[in-house]
């Protein structure tokens, strides 16, 4: 039966991997039920006549222009339910607070860890924090989680407290987590009922055929260049490389963008088999992950899921992975590639290893495995009928 739903997202100052998932998720179902939309963007409050501190800071915790625009969409759209992805800074509690007192259910996507962290990684100093899990969020709000900023995360913090204390979550009819994983966290803290939140892993637009493809020798690295996505054991883990396998080593290419960008450059000097291709995309993308031996994904933090192995299935590559998070539920070890402990260059570096003496042959099977895991796991047919069952419990 066809639905009406509104979904309500609130871009990123940065857009990122979320922007597409949300975007894939509305043409997924707009196939099968009438799709409206309501969207905010975090640069309205960067633009000439936005509101000032003191207006954000209010706006933050309840803002009300949000929330007429958001009445005025359910309205004009006559949705019967709202599909809710990140409403924070501009939409803010007020759409929740709205949705319960119009009584149209909403299910709450989380593409990462928020509202239960200010950050919404849980990831603090260089490493996993999960205190924010449990209303401890002193470590996030003390290392300025939120926007590098101590203040805005300690004014985030209190928002989200406040938002969970209030009942307006009580709109949230379904809560859609896109792994087990992060389900498994969010129920093992008594966050949300076990009964109202349900796993429902990101859907692929597959290519139609698969690609023809090579072995130029090389393994890839393909995200933004931040510490939670774990360049530096990357980078540790090639240095090892290098003093191990000699003229023999590798080579590794990074392709992204980020602050940890002049790292790269430094250990480029010193180690020759590490090579920096900058943010790609398009055909020069395609093509660095027709030609690469591997994928590697060595993230530190609770990886939500892991779409860059989707990536490297789609061109029936084996991948790399730390054992983090949703990672340990995209690559099976030993299947589709090889994980190994996150955070240790040393166990990486070792898995390099045993895929270059893994015969070509081996290496071929394990990227078909991964590209027949993807058709058969996130193609569209599958994923609408999983979000069928999740919408038939509203």
């Known amino acids: 039966m066809s639905v009406a739903m509104l979904q309500v997202f609130n871009r990123y100052l940065f857009p990122g991997g979320e922007e597409k998932s949300v975007d894939r998720i509305y043409n997924h179902l707009s196939s099968a039920h009438e799709m409206s939309r309501c969207f905010f963007e975090s640069a309205e409050w960067r633009r ?14 309840y803002n009300t222009d949000a929330r007429v625009r958001f009445e005025s969409a359910l309205d004009m ?32 996507y989380l593409h990462n860890f928020r509202p239960f962290s200010v950050g919404g990684t849980l990831f603090v100093n260089g490493r996993v924090c999960p205190d924010g ?6 470590a996030e709000v003390l290392a300025g989680a ?9 004014l985030l913090a209190l928002m989200l407290k406040l938002l969970r204390r209030s009942g307006w979550l009580q709109s949230v009819k379904a809560w859609i987590a896109i ?7 969010i129920v093992q803290a008594g966050l949300v009922e076990p009964e109202k939140i349900h796993t429902l892993r990101h859907s692929w637009d597959a290519l139609s055929t698969a690609p023809r493809t090579e072995d130029a020798g090389y393994y890839l690295f393909l995200g933004r260049l931040v510490p ?12 090892r490389l290098r003093d191990q ?3 023999k080593t590798p080579m590794l290419h990074i392709a992204g963008e980020g602050p940890q960008e002049p790292l790269v450059h430094q250990r480029m000097r010193t180690n020759h088999y590490i090579g920096f291709l900058g943010q790609i995309g398009g055909e020069t993308k395609s093509e660095a992950l027709r030609r690469c031996r591997a994928l590697i994904a060595p993230s530190v933090w609770w990886e939500p899921l892991g779409l860059v192995a989707y990536e490297a299935y789609d061109y029936a590559k084996p991948v790399l992975a730390a ?8 690559v099976q070890h030993m299947q589709t590639g090889l994980l190994h402990e996150p955070g240790d260059a040393e166990s990486l570096a070792r898995d390099v290893v045993t895929m270059e003496a893994t015969p070509h042959p081996v290496r071929v099977e394990s990227g078909t495995r991964g590209r027949q895991w993807l058709l058969s796991e996130t193609n569209v047919t599958t994923w609408r009928a999983r979000f069928e069952e999740i919408l038939a419990t509203l």
Do not use: C
């Open 48 to 61: 000439e006549g936005a509101p000032g501190p003191a207006g954000q800071m209010k706006r933050l915790f």
């Open 77 to 108: 759209s006559g949705a019967q339910a709202a599909l809710f992805h990140n409403i924070y800074p501009v939409g803010s509690p007020a759409l929740y607070h709205a949705a319960k007192k119009r009584g149209v259910p909403v299910i709450q």
């Open 133 to 138: 899990l449990y209303g401890q969020d002193r």
């Open 146 to 154: 939120w926007q590098g900023s101590v203040v805005k995360s300690l």
């Open 179 to 185: 792994s087990d994983f992060m389900r498994d966290r």
């Open 228 to 239: 939670e996505k774990g360049l530096s054991v990357l980078l540790d883990a090639w240095d």
């Open 245 to 247: 396998l000699g003229d």
């Open 323 to 330: 054992r983090s998070g949703g990672l340990a539920e995209t």
